[in-house]
C-alpha cells in the first residue's frame, strides 16, 4: 500500500491570495484547499490536496473524542464549556484560566502537572499586562492548556501514567491516534507523526483527508460506533455553544465564525496556515461538508482568513449579513505607519464545484 507520506510534495499549489499594494501586486500567497462531504465525495479542490502537512491545532476536537467517548468527560464532570477549551487555542483571557483551572481541580491534579509549556497569551490585554507586572505568563495561560487537561483526565480514566501523558507510546496518545487514523482514513502507520508546538504528537496527513476528518466530525455516518456518533455531536455542540473557549472574546476568527455560522458551523485554526471548518449538514449540503486549508507559506494572518471566507462565500455557506459581519477579515487594508490605506488583501481562486 501506497504510504501518505510520500505525497508529501504531489503536485503544485495554486494562487490563493494576492497582496496589493498602488497599483502592482506585491506578494502572493499560495496552497491547496480541500472540500468534501460526510460520505468522501469531493466537492471542490484547489492546488494539490494530496499534499502532506501537519493538522496542528486543527486537530484538537479530534484529541478530545476519546476524552469524551470513554465516559473520561462524564466521569470527572466536565461540562461543555470544559470540553470546548479542550478542542480550543485560547486566548489566555481570565475566563480560559478558570476554565482550564476548574478541569484540573475536577480530575484532582495541579497545573504543575501540565505539560504544554508556557507562552506569552494571545489575547494582547493580557500580554500588555503581564508585561507591565514584568510577570512570566502562567502555563494555564498556553493556549493549549485545555486540551493537555482533557488529556490528562483521560489518563487518570484509563489507568495510563500521567508523568508521560505526551509521549506516543502512551496510551492516551495510542488512542488519540486511532481516532486520527479512523476518521481520517489514512491507516495508522501512514501517518506521519512530529511533536507539536505544545510537546504532544502532532500528525501529517494529506489535506483532503483533513477536510474529510471534519466531513465526519459533524456528519458521522451509521457506520460509526454509537459511543463515537455521540462523542461527535458532544463535541460539535460543545464548540457551538461555547465559541469563546475555542478562540477568544476577541479578534479570534475561529469564535467569529462560529458565532456567526448560528449553529451551521465549527471552525478550527492550526498553527503554519492550516485551517479547517465543519459545516453540519442542511438544506443545500445535506451530508455535511469538510473544508481544509493550507497556506503554503505558513501564514496565519494576512492569507489565511480571507481565503477561508471567500471559499465558505463560494459554497454559499456564508450569507450577505455574515459576510459584512466577517469584512474586517475577509479583506484586510494595507496601512503604513501613519494609518493611510495603501493597499489591500484580496483572494484569487475560484472553486469549481462538482
Same mark, same amino acid.
Given at each position: 500500500?501506497? #504510504?501518505?507520506?510520500?505525497?508529501?510534495n504531489?503536485?503544485?499549489?495554486?494562487?490563493? @491570495?494576492?497582496? /496589493?499594494?498602488g497599483?502592482?501586486v506585491?506578494s502572493?500567497?499560495?496552497?491547496h484547499?480541500?472540500?468534501v462531504?460526510?460520505? $468522501?465525495e +469531493?466537492?471542490?479542490e484547489?492546488g494539490?490536496?494530496?499534499? *502532506?502537512?501537519?493538522l496542528r =491545532?486543527?486537530g484538537?476536537?479530534f484529541q478530545?473524542?476519546?476524552?469524551? %467517548? =470513554?465516559g473520561?468527560?462524564?466521569?470527572f464532570?466536565?461540562?461543555?464549556?470544559?470540553?470546548?477549551?479542550?478542542?480550543g487555542?485560547?486566548?489566555?483571557?481570565?475566563?480560559h484560566?478558570?476554565?482550564v483551572?476548574?478541569m484540573l481541580e475536577?480530575i484532582g491534579?495541579a497545573p504543575?502537572?501540565?505539560?504544554?509549556? +508556557?507562552?506569552v497569551?494571545?489575547?494582547?490585554e493580557e500580554? +500588555?499586562?503581564?508585561a507591565r507586572a514584568?510577570?512570566?505568563? =502562567? *502555563?494555564?495561560?498556553?493556549?493549549? =492548556?485545555?486540551?493537555?487537561?482533557?488529556?490528562?483526565a483521560l489518563?487518570?480514566?484509563? $489507568?495510563a501514567?500521567?508523568?508521560?501523558? #505526551?509521549?506516543?507510546?502512551?496510551a492516551?496518545?495510542?488512542?488519540?491516534l486511532?481516532?486520527?487514523?479512523?476518521?481520517?482514513?489514512?491507516?495508522?502507520?501512514q501517518?506521519?507523526?512530529?511533536t507539536d508546538?505544545?510537546g504532544v504528537?502532532?500528525?501529517?496527513?494529506?489535506v483532503?483527508?483533513?477536510?474529510?476528518?471534519?466531513?465526519?466530525?459533524?456528519?458521522?455516518?451509521s457506520?460509526?460506533? @454509537?459511543?463515537?456518533?455521540?462523542?461527535?455531536?458532544?463535541? *460539535?455542540?460543545?464548540?457551538i455553544d461555547y465559541?469563546?473557549?475555542? $478562540?477568544?472574546?476577541?479578534d479570534?476568527?475561529?469564535?467569529?465564525?462560529?458565532k /456567526?455560522?448560528?449553529?451551521?458551523l465549527?471552525?478550527?485554526i492550526?498553527a503554519?496556515?492550516?485551517?479547517?471548518?465543519?459545516?453540519l449538514?442542511c438544506?443545500?449540503?445535506p451530508?455535511?461538508? $469538510?473544508?481544509?486549508?493550507?497556506?503554503?507559506?505558513?501564514d496565519?494572518?494576512?492569507?489565511r482568513?480571507?481565503?477561508?471566507?471567500? %471559499?465558505?462565500?463560494?459554497?454559499?455557506?456564508?450569507? #450577505?449579513?455574515?459576510?459584512?459581519?466577517?469584512?474586517?477579515y475577509?479583506?484586510p487594508?494595507i496601512?503604513?505607519?501613519r494609518g493611510d490605506k495603501?493597499?489591500?488583501v484580496?483572494?484569487?481562486?475560484?472553486?469549481?464545484?462538482?
Open positions: 500500500m501506497k #504510504d501518505a507520506r510520500s505525497d508529501a504531489a503536485g503544485g499549489s495554486a494562487l490563493l @491570495v494576492e497582496v /496589493i499594494r497599483s502592482i506585491e502572493l500567497h499560495r496552497g484547499l480541500s472540500v462531504n460526510g460520505e $468522501g +469531493r466537492i471542490a484547489v494539490s490536496p494530496k499534499t *502532506v502537512t501537519y =491545532s486543527s484538537k476536537p478530545a473524542i476519546p476524552l469524551v %467517548a =470513554s473520561a468527560a462524564a466521569r464532570g466536565l461540562t461543555n464549556e470544559e470540553i470546548a477549551i479542550a478542542c487555542s485560547h486566548s489566555g483571557e481570565p475566563l484560566v478558570a476554565t483551572k476548574s475536577k491534579l504543575n502537572a501540565l505539560k504544554c509549556g +508556557r507562552h497569551p494571545f489575547n494582547i500580554a +500588555r499586562k503581564l514584568d510577570q512570566e505568563p =502562567s *502555563v494555564l495561560q498556553n493556549n493549549c =492548556s485545555g486540551k493537555h487537561a482533557g488529556m490528562l489518563a487518570l480514566h484509563v $489507568g501514567p500521567t508523568d508521560i501523558y #505526551d509521549q506516543l507510546s502512551n492516551v496518545q495510542q488512542e488519540i486511532q481516532t486520527v487514523s479512523g476518521f481520517s482514513g489514512v491507516p495508522v502507520e501517518i506521519a507523526i512530529g508546538g505544545c504528537p502532532v500528525f501529517g496527513l494529506p483532503r483527508s483533513m477536510a474529510l476528518m471534519y466531513a465526519r466530525l459533524v456528519a458521522p455516518g457506520g460509526l460506533a @454509537v459511543k463515537m456518533r455521540e462523542a461527535c455531536k458532544g463535541i *460539535v455542540t460543545a464548540m465559541p469563546e473557549m475555542v $478562540g477568544g472574546t476577541k479570534r476568527l475561529d469564535t467569529e465564525l462560529i /456567526i455560522g448560528k449553529g451551521q465549527i471552525s478550527k492550526g503554519e496556515g492550516v485551517y479547517t471548518v465543519g459545516v449538514p438544506e443545500q449540503w451530508k455535511g461538508l $469538510g473544508l481544509a486549508l493550507k497556506i503554503e507559506d505558513g496565519d494572518r494576512r492569507a482568513p480571507p481565503a477561508v471566507i471567500e %471559499a465558505l462565500r463560494q459554497l454559499n455557506v456564508l450569507n #450577505d449579513q455574515a459576510l459584512a459581519e466577517l469584512a474586517p475577509a479583506s487594508s496601512t503604513n505607519h495603501v493597499g489591500q484580496r483572494t484569487a481562486f475560484t472553486l469549481e464545484l462538482r
